[in-house]
């Protein structure tokens, strides 16, 4: 083929910025017939045709279509380069994904935690792509409403991206979202509390600790975002100390109404 990797992306990323989506997807569907024409030699651009056909589908809610992209790419991938590498890593992760936003959230957590375990292995527990991983399982649990292990891997994904330079936005970003999962592990456990049961004794200790973390979560949200967010952080602040009466959400209200915002950042996909 005469388009090298290289010339690939540098064509893709002119579409990208263009946000023309019919050319994207046109560019990479005339580039997988090239590359169907003439295989020899040029599995890495198949993978990265597949890859980013699946994720541009998958952008657009094409799902089975996504699905159908990153399955081409896991099987060139095992063929060409095996299943215990980074690529085949990158192939699950990317599948996952899409498997996430259609609803089917064990074949998710599946395909993330096998993702996990081949970067582990590959001794990638630092990069960027342990952590999104990381990130991505957060989420799964997140809407499968199980807040402990949420909380446990954005920690965790935190933690690396918090060694990384140019993170601000991600650090910032997580910050929030666990300022959120924290918030709703104590709303959960003051609900059974006020509905006056036993279960509440014990649901509520892991919550309490997760209190002072909510605060400590918006307050470093707060020094990597914009100053507008700091009202936000009182509204939080001061719906928590209402937390047992009706008055929470009239505090909320307030705020919301006041900054015509949402109070948190809604989770990133």
Same mark, same amino acid.
């Given at each position: 083929?005469?388009?090298?990797?290289q010339?690939? +992306?540098?064509?893709?990323?002119?579409?990208?910025?263009?946000?023309?989506?019919?050319?994207m997807?046109?560019?990479?569907?005339?580039?997988e017939a090239?590359y169907?024409?003439?295989?020899?030699?040029a599995? &890495?651009i198949g993978?990265?045709?597949?890859?980013?056909?699946g994720?541009l589908?998958?952008?657009?809610?094409? +799902?089975?279509?996504s699905?159908s992209?990153?399955?081409?790419?896991?099987?060139?991938?095992?063929?060409?380069?095996?299943?215990?590498?980074?690529?085949?890593?990158?192939? #699950?992760?990317?599948?996952?994904?899409?498997?996430?936003?259609?609803?089917?959230?064990?074949?998710?957590?599946?395909?993330?935690h096998?993702? &996990?375990q081949?970067?582990?292995?590959?001794g &990638?527990?630092?990069?960027y792509?342990?952590?999104?991983?990381?990130?991505n399982?957060?989420?799964?649990?997140?809407?499968?409403?199980? #807040?402990?292990p949420?909380?446990d891997y954005?920690?965790?994904?935190?933690?690396?991206?918090?060694?990384?330079?140019?993170?601000?936005?991600e650090?910032?970003?997580?910050?929030?979202?666990?300022?959120a999962? +924290?918030r709703?592990?104590? #709303?959960?456990?003051?609900?059974?509390i006020?509905?006056?049961?036993?279960?509440?004794?014990?649901?509520?200790?892991?919550?309490?600790?997760?209190f002072?973390?909510?605060?400590?979560?918006?307050?470093?949200?707060?020094?990597?975002?914009?100053?507008?967010?700091?009202?936000?952080?009182?509204?939080?602040?001061?719906?928590?100390?209402?937390?047992?009466?009706?008055?929470?959400?009239?505090?909320l209200?307030?705020?919301?109404?006041?900054?015509?915002?949402? #109070?948190?950042?809604m989770?990133?996909i």
């Amino acid at each position: 083929m005469q388009q090298t990797l290289q010339t690939f +992306y540098q064509n893709l990323e002119q579409y990208y910025a263009a946000g023309d989506v019919d050319q994207m997807e046109r560019f990479l569907l005339e580039t997988e017939a090239q590359y169907r024409k003439n295989t020899a030699g040029a599995a &890495e651009i198949g993978i990265a045709v597949y890859n980013e056909l699946g994720s541009l589908y998958r952008g657009i809610s094409r +799902y089975d279509a996504s699905i159908s992209s990153f399955q081409h790419a896991r099987q060139l991938v095992e063929k060409e380069i095996g299943t215990d590498s980074v690529q085949y890593a990158t192939v #699950l992760n990317n599948m996952a994904g899409t498997c996430r936003l259609m609803g089917h959230f064990d074949d998710a957590l599946r395909l993330f935690h096998m993702a &996990e375990q081949i970067y582990a292995r590959a001794g &990638e527990e630092q990069s960027y792509a342990y952590a999104s991983v990381l990130n991505n399982m957060s989420l799964v649990y997140r809407e499968l409403e199980d #807040l402990s292990p949420a909380i446990d891997y954005l920690e965790k994904a935190l933690e690396i991206i918090q060694t990384m330079p140019n993170t601000q936005q991600e650090i910032a970003i997580t910050y929030n979202n666990l300022a959120a999962m +924290y918030r709703l592990s104590f #709303l959960q456990a003051a609900q059974v509390i006020c509905n006056g049961t036993r279960a509440g004794i014990v649901l509520s200790e892991h919550p309490r600790e997760n209190f002072p973390r909510f605060f400590q979560c918006l307050y470093r949200f707060r020094a990597f975002s914009q100053p507008f967010i700091y009202p936000v952080h009182i509204a939080a602040r001061d719906s928590v100390l209402y937390i047992f009466s009706k008055k929470a959400f009239g505090v909320l209200r307030r705020f919301l109404i006041q900054l015509k915002r949402p #109070l948190i950042v809604m989770l990133r996909i």
